[in-house]
């Protein structure tokens, strides 16, 4: 007899997506690529934090036992508590047609029941509803009647600690509605599709939406070195145009194409095999004076806002490093990290003030980042406003100077730091780095200064020295740019892409 395979909310949305995907999923559960990253795992956990915060909402919640290595040992206690006449009941566990489902929350209105989905999000999303439907499907399978389903998130508006609700609620039935006719075929054509071999599906948009396919090495051969979808903000159209004209790569485009300038110098190196450098560049870097400083700041953004006036995901500048280069040529460093749990912006005000006093130019790469944190500071500690609005006033993206101006064959379309400086400094990558992205970055830094306590001294101590060097490379590299940019360099000879 053909095994039968079980489903699950996650499985039923991973099979929407592809059943390519499900199904390796299902056969595979132990495959590499479904070992979750530092990063990934730090959103897991970010997601359960606020799924127990949510239960907090229902106060007179009962709730189940559940054990996600014998989930349905959750079943029979959930029967019991509608039994007992309990008027909510948290992790509610069905399994019916094969899907096992646990409900956040299921509440008694009426004669009927309201399934509550929590998501640690600010908004309902077009991926929230398929998930939300397939349990509607399953609750009313078990018996219980008149189903309303809300999506309960996080309240943008919400400001620490008690300005606005924290979670707002929205009722998606109708949403939920049109899609409930097909649950029942799709669970089906899943469950078929499992019992047989490995399905084949085209690779398309859906690998990467609505979430990345951990599976894409396996179905999706790299793209050729220099392919013209590295062409940096090129938008579909011109791509078609490409394609149709029979080119795959950037050397190929012909020099009649009509390009933007940026693509121009992106294939003006490619084809030169070199750094490829504008003659506006000069006059660009004429405008910065001295002292040169250069702002990285690293923040957090708690889904759920600890400090007075932060809003869910609002991120909050903890972290800085300053590099000033001033006239003679010498650089000096400024740092600060926070020690939490307090508030950390009246530190890293008071800090800053100091580090940036005298600089007549501030740099930042992706400055749009670094003026809104001297904003929000500016904003939390008065004391300081002038002289950080000063600061943000001054403040010039390096980024965009690049963009405008450079262009290495192996930025591969992006000016992200962690592009140009393995390209232009190699000596200065981030590989030799504990940590070595934003992201996990801020993870990490939520984590030492909202939960200190879970961590032991010493591992407290080793992250504060990984993440002070992390953000002190990214001033550090800002410095090395910006001398590079600024001569020209024997290896690196200034060439126009004109
Ligand atoms: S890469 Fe695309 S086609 Fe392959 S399993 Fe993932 S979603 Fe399906």
């Excluded at 609750?139 to 999506?151: C, N, S, T």
């Excluded at 979670?167 to 499992?194: C, H, N, P, T, Y």
């Excluded at 979430?211 to 791509?239: M, Q, S, T, W």
């Excluded at 490409?242 to 795959?248: H, P, Q, S, T, Y």
Aim: charged fraction near 25%.
């Amino acid at each position: 007899m053909a095994r039968t395979y079980r489903l699950s909310k996650s499985r039923f949305t991973a099979g929407l997506q592809c059943h390519r995907q499900l199904w390796w999923k299902v056969h595979e559960p132990r495959a590499p690529e479904l070992r979750p990253d530092a990063a990934l795992q730090a959103v897991f956990d970010m997601g359960n934090r606020v799924g127990e915060r949510a239960r907090q909402e229902f106060p007179n919640g009962v709730l189940i036992d559940f054990d996600y290595r014998r989930p349905l040992a959750s079943v029979k206690p959930t029967r019991q508590a509608i039994d007992a006449g309990a008027p909510v009941i948290l992790e509610a566990s069905f399994f019916e047609d094969d899907i096992f489902v646990a409900v956040d929350a299921l509440s008694k209105e009426g004669d009927g029941w309201v399934v509550t989905e929590v998501k640690a999000t600010t908004r309902v999303k077009p991926q929230h509803i398929p998930d939300a439907a397939v349990q509607a499907h399953v609750v009313e399978k078990a018996g219980l009647p008149g189903v309303r389903v809300e999506l309960m998130h996080l309240n943008r508006e919400h400001r620490h600690p008690n300005h606005g609700p924290l979670f707002v609620r929205a009722d998606i039935s109708a949403e939920v509605a049109a899609l409930r006719s097909d649950i029942a075929g799709e669970a089906s054509a899943q469950m078929q599709m499992l019992a047989g071999e490995l399905p084949y599906v085209e690779p398309g948009a859906h690998c990467t939406s609505p979430y990345e396919c951990p599976f894409r090495d396996r179905c999706v051969a790299p793209a050729p070195d220099h392919h013209i979808d590295e062409l940096n903000g090129i938008r579909a159209n011109k791509l078609d145009e490409l394609r149709e004209a029979g080119i795959e790569t950037v050397d190929q485009i012909p020099s009649d194409f009509p390009l933007e300038p940026l693509w121009a110098r992106h294939r003006a190196a490619v084809l030169r095999k070199q750094l490829i450098v504008e003659p506006g560049l000069r006059d660009a870097l004429a405008a910065y004076r001295y002292p040169i400083a250069m702002l990285d700041f690293e923040t957090v953004g708690p889904a759920l806002p600890v400090w007075n006036g932060c809003s869910p995901f609002g991120a909050v500048p903890v972290q800085f490093s300053v590099h000033t280069i001033h006239e003679d040529g010498e650089v000096s460093h400024r740092a600060y990290l926070a020690d939490g749990p307090g508030d950390p912006r009246p530190g890293v005000a008071e800090a800053l003030v100091e580090a940036l006093d005298g600089a007549e130019t501030v740099l930042a790469w992706h400055a749009s980042v670094e003026k809104r944190c001297l904003s929000q500071l500016a904003t939390a500690c008065p004391e300081h406003a002038p002289a950080l609005l000063e600061a943000r006033d001054k403040t010039d993206d390096l980024r965009v100077v690049f963009k405008n101006n450079l262009y290495h064959p192996d930025f591969r379309g992006s000016f992200s730091i962690k592009n140009v400086v393995p390209a232009l400094l190699p000596e200065m990558a981030y590989d030799d780095l504990d940590v070595s992205d934003g992201q996990l970055a801020s993870s990490l830094l939520e984590g030492l200064l909202c939960r200190p306590e879970d961590l032991s001294e010493g591992q407290g101590e080793a992250l504060r020295t990984q993440l002070a060097a992390y953000c002190e490379h990214d001033t550090a590299v800002m410095v090395e740019l910006l001398k590079l940019a600024t001569r020209s360099a024997p290896t690196s000879p200034v060439i126009s892409s004109t």
